[in-house]
């Protein structure tokens, strides 16, 4: 088939997509942006997508040079509704099959159903867009609209649903249908192929043992550098010379940059370690949290003052927090601020643990004098164990270790650091302790 062939595929009419988006893919996305960036009235464009949304678009023919399809308005009307897009010259085809069939990946991707990026940029280089931009679309509708309408926009809408699944699509707006093009890009595939192997002088290669006969005869690898007597010092910002840049903080320009000295610093000593390589390496934490470890660092109330906004947090939360990480870090935090509720084995495992925990505290309270008071009653909520009426709480973290809490005013706060066994972590809220 030639590109004067005519030759026209029709696709049902799509379901109705309540919430979904229209595109997926990169490609399907340009299509969009083509419509979207052109039309004068975006309230059109809008209300097209509201009908392609509810199903209003029906079978849509596709062709070389341009798609209809019925569009339906709430009332029932139905409009025929045309976009036309350019074909391609016989020379642009020529250029686009030639770079698609030099890589043998480029075919595979079209018979996958992909697009390849570096196909349309190569492809745009030489002077053919695959991809149609800003005006590419030319709407036609009987609703006598002169630009882009509501029934215009849902049937591009719609199309781009039908390029994320088959771009082929788009292929046959340009003029060729998908067995053309398959057939003649395996012809070009071969002929190229066999070009380069009439030039083709296979080298005579080294064998492998001999390289690795080479390998005793290489120098060895030089010793790790020595761990420095402590973090660098950042240069001083503060030039009081009036040439910074309008609003830069400088303090705190200053402040981030002995924090990272700080912190290279530790991941240095913590790489240089006996046994490092024995040992994962473990994700720094989210900056919700990394932002925590930064105040707790920070001096300056303004530094403390931007971190804490920029965490979304006020300055109490912030406070709660930082205490936190001083008792375990990032997971501290997370126990601090999550409110999760465990798993069925989770919970399991975590029901057993008290109830041994109020086992053995029974059986060492058998010489006391008070052993006959009731051990304390914990009621749960989620992850918290909480004494009714009292100021005590133990908190499940994610890992299966037992956060102490104590009550002040109307917040709880970290009490300790975390225990295995939920008795040792209530133990620590015992005033006597």
Known sequence: MNAQDPYEKTFPALAPAPGRGFAHTWWGHAW???LEDSALDGQQVKQGRRYARSGAVGAVSVRPGGLTAVVRDPDGTAHRTDVLVQEFTEAEWDRLLGMAAAESGHIAALLDREVPPELAEDAAAAGVDLLPGIGDLDPRCDCEEWDHCPHTAALCYQVARLLDEDPFVLLLLRGRAE???????EERSTAEAEAGSADFAPDVGVLASEVYAEAPALPPLPPPAALPDGPGQPPTLDTESGTEPPGLDVDGVEFLAQAAAAQAYRLLAEALAPAHADHAPQPGPPFAYDAVRLTAQAHDLRVRSRLSEASDRDRAAMDRAVLAWGFGGAQAVAVLEEDWTPDRASLARARAALAAARADG??????????????PTLRRVRSRWTEPGGDRQLRLGRDGRWWPYRRAADHWLPAGPPSTDPAAALAALDPEE
């Open 362 to 375: 029974a059986e060492a309270d058998t010489d006391d004098a008070d052993a006959d008071a009731p051990a």
């Open 32 to 34: 969009l942006r083509a």
């Open 179 to 185: 067995a053309g093009l398959v057939a003649e890009l």
